[in-house]
T-cell receptor
Framework: GAVVSQHPSWVICKSGTSVKIECRSLDFQATTMFWYRQFPKQSLMLMAT?????????EQGVEKDKFLINHASLTLSTLTVTSAHPEDSSFYICSRTSGGLETQYFGPGTRLLVL | GNSVTQMEGPVTLSEEAFLTINCTYTATGYPSLFWYVQYPGEGLQLLLKATKADDKGSNKGFEATYRKETTSFHLEKGSVQVSDSAVYFC????????????FGAGTRLAVHP
């Protein structure tokens, strides 16, 4: 069964509003989780590494004030897209690793459409 | 820098045909290599992996061998099924640190009856 869940699975919002996406690790206490963005027919691009109890680490070119990440517990990380614009429309995916192993487990993704 | 290059798709095959999806990488050091699969409407799933040179990863009839000399990790399957239709992503990571995955662009496979 699924080990990582995301909520909501899809969301439509108006331009200028903020949207929060939740990512839950269902079977493992994850100190580190990852947030990716996937454009249509393109690969996943890592946006940031979410660290439990500390600040997220953002990849170059990702605006940390626009994509707010909170990892308040070992099973939950949230991504908030602030003041969303149509260009933020995308598929957002989170993942976690399994302890010290290299394999990542991905959530089913959240499709965001900003009108 | 580190990167992954995959063959462009889409790849269209008839059922029971032989499949090869090419993947090459550029990396400083010795990465672990992965193939992930994304079925329509679903999240990415690990298909197989190899952690050192000459290792062969295999799962569900798919295979890939870690070739250090050619920096490649080509995905193969002897006889594809319609249910194999999906997008396949080659990826690499390094042990330790944050296990950051670097993905290729993905290759869409369509298998027809």
């Amino acid at each position: 069964g699924a080990v990582v869940s995301q909520h909501p699975s899809w969301v439509i919002c108006k331009s200028g509003t903020s949207v929060k996406i939740e990512c839950r690790s269902l079977d493992f206490q994850a100190t580190t989780m990852f947030w990716y963005r996937q454009f249509p027919k393109q690969s996943l691009m890592l946006m940031a590494t979410s660290n439990e109890g500390s600040k997220a680490t953002y990849e170059q070119g990702v605006e940390k004030d626009k994509f707010l990440i909170n990892h308040a517990s070992l099973t939950l990380s949230t991504l908030t897209v602030t003041s969303a614009h149509p260009e933020d429309s995308s598929f957002y995916i989170c993942s976690r690793t399994s302890g010290g192993l290299e394999t990542q487990y991905f959530g089913p993704g959240t499709r965001l459409l900003v009108l | 820098g580190n990167s992954v290059t995959q063959m462009e798709g889409p790849v269209t095959l008839s059922e029971e045909a032989f499949l090869t999806i090419n993947c090459t990488y550029t990396a400083t050091g010795y990465p672990s290599l992965f193939w992930y699969v994304q079925y329509p409407g679903e999240g990415l799933q690990l298909l197989l992996k190899a952690t050192k040179a000459d290792d062969k990863g295999s799962n569900k009839g798919f295979e890939a061998t870690y070739r250090k000399e050619t920096t490649s990790f080509h995905l193969e399957k002897g006889s594809v099924q319609v249910s194999d239709s999906a997008v396949y992503f080659c990826a690499l990571t390094f042990s330790g640190g944050y296990n950051k995955l670097i993905f290729g662009a993905g290759t869409r496979l369509a298998v027809h009856p």
